[in-house]
């Protein structure tokens, strides 16, 4: 009888274990495909002058212009390709940005960052959407200077 019961304790115990552990794991699943907010920044210019100014700032963190548009205020970069010898690996970041006017005198920039990757063992190339990186604060603190320097008292237009 003894063992019976520890049996059976052991036994609710490891379900109500195993439960939390699943739900973490569905947590990590559910996080891992659901679609990642942009980034956004408010910039004190209008849509066309923080458009022009992006593409600058993409220059000075030595980016490659991939794709713009002007007409819809969008631009898509691409950092330079790291290669991993080691790893026999290569990765990319990719930025997108939209800019939208949302007063007068004032523009919303929304940036989304995505990691390209390839590999030997990997199947082909894949993307993984970036919640967190530094290279959004790092692109948001250039941008900023950029303009800064484009409104300075006489700075050339």
């Known amino acids: 009888m003894k063992n019976a019961a520890r049996f059976l304790f052991a036994l609710l115990a490891l379900v109500a274990f195993s439960g939390c552990e699943s739900d973490s794991f569905s947590n990590r699943v559910r996080d891992r495909f659901a679609a990642v907010p942009p980034k956004m920044m408010e910039c004190d210019a209008d849509a066309r002058t923080v458009y022009f100014a992006a593409q600058a700032a993409f220059k000075r963190l030595d980016y490659t212009l991939t794709r713009s548009s002007v007409a819809g205020f969008r631009i898509e970069a691409a950092s330079r390709i790291r290669s991993s010898v080691a790893f026999r690996d290569s990765r990319q970041l990719i930025a997108q940005v939209e800019i939208a006017e949302v007063g007068p005198h004032k523009a919303e920039l929304s940036m989304r960052l995505a990691e390209q990757f390839e590999g030997q063992g990997?199947?082909?190339?894949?993307?993984?959407?970036?919640?967190?990186?530094?290279?959004?604060?790092?692109?948001?603190?250039?941008?900023?200077?950029?303009?800064?320097?484009?409104?300075?008292?006489?700075?050339?237009?």
Do not use: D, I, M, R
């Open 122 to 157: 990997l199947g082909g190339a894949s993307e993984l959407p970036l919640k967190e990186h530094g290279f959004y604060e790092t692109y948001f603190t250039v941008l900023q200077q950029v303009l800064q320097e484009q409104t300075a008292p006489g700075a050339a237009k």
